[in-house]
């Protein structure tokens, strides 16, 4: 079964260091998101992306986090000057449609800032 | 603003036994409603998905009942194995929200 993929699955970085998070949505899929789990809470959203271009953000996805389909298999994300509070897991999801379908999520990618 | 209600934030079942969990919506435009099952370390899997034109929907051992005018929507996991013990996500979507909305999520453990 095609699945989304992510690396790294584990991040460590120095607050104010920039990182890059990555995924490889399913393969005829268009439609491409973002999603934050701090731990032991619920999933957020941060970004929806398509047709290269963003299609919705919300309040977390601030000037400091940024989106990009570099290539027709990955998707990236992000994140400028690293907080401590931007600690916690990534998911990366995609979707063959748009509102009201099925979305995918990958295992994330924990990341630690220190 | 709380759009996804979930209850319990946490239940223990025994094995075989009926899991239950709940959720309620505010927004009436929403018109997809997913589970999703999380393991330790993993991400959300999509388990089972409803849409307003139905009211139950099921798949093997897991039945959405899904009650439009109440805008309630639950999950039951009949005959409950401890390989169910996970975090179980009631989420909504809508054909003019891109986003899944996902609740507070539930503890699930079955025990033995």
């Known amino acids: 079964e095609p699945e989304v993929t992510q690396t790294p699955s584990h991040q460590v970085t120095q607050m104010g260091q920039e990182v890059i998070l990555r995924c490889v949505p399913i393969?005829?899929?268009?439609?491409f998101y973002w999603y934050r789990q701090i731990l032991g809470q619920k999933v957020e959203f941060l970004v929806s992306?398509?047709?290269?271009?963003?299609?919705?953000k919300s309040e977390i996805f601030d000037d400091q986090f940024s989106v990009e389909r570099p290539d027709g298999s990955n998707f990236t994300l992000k994140i400028r000057s690293t907080k401590l509070e931007d600690s916690a897991m990534y998911f990366c999801a995609s979707s063959a449609g748009g509102g009201g379908q099925p979305q995918h999520f990958g295992d994330g990618t924990r990341l630690s800032i220190l | 603003q709380q759009q996804v209600k979930q209850s319990p934030q946490s239940l223990i079942v025994q094995k075989g036994g009926i899991s239950i969990i709940n959720c309620a919506y505010e927004?009436?435009?929403?018109?997809?409603f997913p589970w999703y099952q999380q393991f330790p370390g993993k991400g959300p899997a999509l388990l089972i998905a409803i849409r307003p034109d139905v009211s139950e929907k099921k798949e093997g051992r897991f039945t959405i009942s899904f009650n439009k005018s109440a805008k309630q929507f639950s999950l039951h996991i009949m005959d409950s194995q401890p390989g169910d013990s996970a975090t179980y996500f009631c989420a909504v979507q809508g054909t003019s929200y891109d986003k899944v909305i996902f609740g507070p999520g539930t503890s699930l453990s079955v025990i033995p």
């Open positions: 927004n009436t435009a929403f018109d997809y």
């Open positions: 992306f398509y047709n290269n271009e963003i299609s919705e």
């Open positions: 393969s005829n899929h268009l439609y």
